[in-house]
């Protein structure tokens, strides 16, 4: 949430000082930026998943990264493992 507070009012600070906007358009813009950061984490979510051959775990941003966490299958006997990935955006 936090996050989501500090994209809106960069956002709104971008759009007050490029052109006068309303409130509204402000908002909408930064929920914009908040869906293309989601979609980023996502396909580096999906192909991290795919590259480790398991299955994702969860995905959250975090600083300017994508944090991803996928569960790998252990050969023969042994145990599956989490495998944590921060990738940049």
């Given at each position: ?28 813009a930064g929920e914009q930026m908040v869906a293309q950061r989601a979609v980023d984490c996502r396909a580096a979510a999906m ?43």
């Open positions: 949430m936090a996050a989501f507070m500090n994209i809106t009012g960069l956002a709104l600070a971008l759009a007050v000082a490029v052109q006068p906007v309303t409130s509204g358009e402000a908002f909408a192909r991290v998943a795919a590259e480790e051959g398991g299955q994702l775990l969860s995905v959250r941003e975090s600083g300017g990264e994508c944090v991803i966490v996928v569960l790998v299958q252990g050969s023969g006997n042994e145990r599956p493992r989490k495998v944590t990935r921060r990738v940049s955006q």
